[in-house]
């Protein structure tokens, strides 16, 4: 493999972190500001406050003010927009999602009447949904169906089970490699990214156990768990345990690497979708299932990485994980969530040794301490969310090609109150009882 040079240098890095946490502190990377040009997504995302907030403070609990963080985020999500998203994509399932799942805990009816008022948007009579194109083959488009699930589960509405089997059948026609594992999407042929566990992997295991004929169960629980294994596979190092961004079946990508297919970084947010998909996986996929321990291996493995490269003084993780320190990068916030959440949960499920659930409350305080701002008005915000990132495809605004490089990663916008971190954050403060 081409790209292992990097654990040792990662080692040497790491051991004088925590021998001079101090001195790391004093060089943190340069502050880096958003180019005024940046046009930003849809939801409540908004410039990050400039310069980029670069954290320094170590995690410390803090108080929520008499609520906890969960519900406090889920109502400022809830307060700053009636309507979630415009597009039926995975960004509006992550955070109604999490938002769905305080509500459950809470017995909030304001909470699931909002997700439910959400959907409503876009699933139309008979099932079908609004934006919805199944002939693009994007598995961003299935991840809200774990939305559509619970609501069919709760109100009985068949609307819900019809848009739900709308996209499952999307599944049983995706595009595939040569090994059985989905194209990220249609226009990324031969591509998994570490991202699609994720957007899939868990509706497929949910529909499964749910709604799926006896017939056809056993052989969806098989594929879903393929996928995993599959990825894991391919994308981990096994000097560090870190997973890098996506893998090119073919070798055809600029960004791949032509001896193994990888792309040359480890991406945080690309790890968090992944640990994230295996615990929600897991919920479901029957604990007779005989690929089931071989999953929470590679999840066990993803903890052992992830752990290493915490940060020593913020308990926060990097934007490009790999890369501590280096000028341009930055302690980044939907990954850190993303751990904080996977890491306890497997903690309490017993997928992982116990300590992991310190490394998880670390993460989460340093999250307090650092990047969650309490507004004027009351609500809550969460700044350095990367908007995006990704590899390949259509060129950038600017003309660029997303190659994978620490450059381009660095180079994506950071904003605020994203949903791919507000998302996680909720979900990892509902794990941890804060």
Known sequence: MTRLHTSSVLAVTMALCALAPTARAQTAPDVKHLPASIQLGEGSAQPNDAPLAIPHAPPRPRPSGGRPWSARVAESVMRRNPQVHRRWDYTAGVVLGAIEKVGQ????????AYVQRNMDRFVKADGSIDGYEPEEYNLDHVAPGRVLLSLHERTKDARYRQAADRLRAQLRTHPRTSEGGFWHKQVYPQQMWLDGLFMAQPFAAQYARSLATPAARDSAFDDVARQFLLVARHTRDPRTNLMYHGWDAARAQKW????TGLSPN????????YVVAVVETLDHLPSSHPDRAAIVQTLRDAADGIARVQDPVTGLWWDVMDQ?????NYLEASASSMFAYALAKGARLGYLDARYRRVAERGFDGLLSNLVRENPDGTVSLINVVQVSGLGGSLRRDGSYRDGSFAYYVSEPVVTDDYKGVGPFILAALELGR
Do not use: E, Y
């Not at 805990?105 to 699931?112: G, I």
């Not at 791949?256 to 001896?259: I, K, L, P, T, V």
């Not at 480890?266 to 979708?273: D, H, I, K, S, Y």
């Not at 501590?324 to 341009?328: F, I, L």
């Open 256 to 259: 791949a690497d032509s001896a």
């Open 266 to 273: 480890v991406w945080g947010r690309a790890m968090g979708w």
């Open 324 to 328: 501590p320190n280096r000028a341009g």
């Open 105 to 112: 805990a809470r017995r909030d009816t304001a909470m699931l």
